[in-house]
């Protein structure tokens, strides 16, 4: 159960577009299309931005997208705001065999 | 409003034995898969357990054969039994509901536990 690869950061002027990669295994994000991502600001809780590799749940502004391919999952940020910056962590579930789900390591995005 | 509201956290001694409580409003627990994530102060997420709506537990390894996670229908409640606590489970522990195909889309406002002599 090895954490999920992501770049510790990322930044971009307001405006412009991020994309924050999450690499793992054909064990996790390349053996299922069920990759989410996560933004949390400081002190607060996870909140969910995106769900099976690319669809974005109700009240998540089109800006934020999501793509996969193999074993890299990735999220993009277009025209960042300044309330974007935040760390960004995927998700993958990691099978039935008591693997359960494995988180990625966290992105900084920081809106220059 | 679906709310997930966690407590029990605290200050506890290595070895030491302590109970997360996560109370849900808006939603029935037994009919969903529940969750357990804890992050480390600094650190990211890291999944705990998980029990499905058809009761089958799992775990990290991190935590396999010190925590159980288990549900009281009654209370619409999740708890987190945690046993032989260590430095190295210091956190805040939140609770999430997970939908939409493995995405854990409600989450509580968490419940720090600090362990330390």
């Known amino acids: 159960q090895s954490a999920l690869t992501q770049p510790p950061s990322a930044s971009g002027s307001p405006g412009q577009s991020v994309t924050i990669s999450c690499t793992g295994t054909s064990s996790d994000v390349g053996g299922y299309n069920y990759v989410s991502w996560y933004q949390q600001h400081p002190g607060k809780a996870p909140k969910l931005m995106i769900y099976e590799v690319s669809k974005r749940p109700s009240g998540v502004p089109d800006r934020f997208s999501g793509s996969k391919s193999g074993n890299t999952a990735s999220l993009t940020v277009s025209g960042l705001q300044a309330e974007d910056e935040a760390d960004y962590y995927c998700s993958s579930y990691a099978g039935s065999n008591n693997l359960g789900y494995v988180f990625g390591t966290g992105t900084k995005v920081t809106v220059l | 409003e679906v709310q997930l509201v966690e407590s029990g956290g605290g200050l506890i001694q290595p070895g030491g034995s302590l109970r997360l409580s996560c109370a849900a409003s808006g939603f029935t627990v037994s009919s969903n898969y529940m969750s357990w994530v804890r992050q480390a102060p600094g650190k990211g997420l890291e999944w705990v357990s998980v029990i499905y709506s058809g009761g089958s537990t799992y775990y990290a390894d991190s935590v396999k054969g010190r925590f159980t996670i288990s549900r009281d229908n009654s209370k619409n409640t999740l708890y987190l039994q945690m046993n032989s606590l260590r430095a190295e489970d210091t956190a805040v522990y939140y609770c999430?509901?997970?939908?939409?195909?493995?995405?854990?889309?409600?989450w509580g406002q968490g419940t720090m536990v600090t362990v330390s002599s």
């Open positions: 999430a509901r997970l939908r939409l195909r493995h995405a854990f889309d409600i």
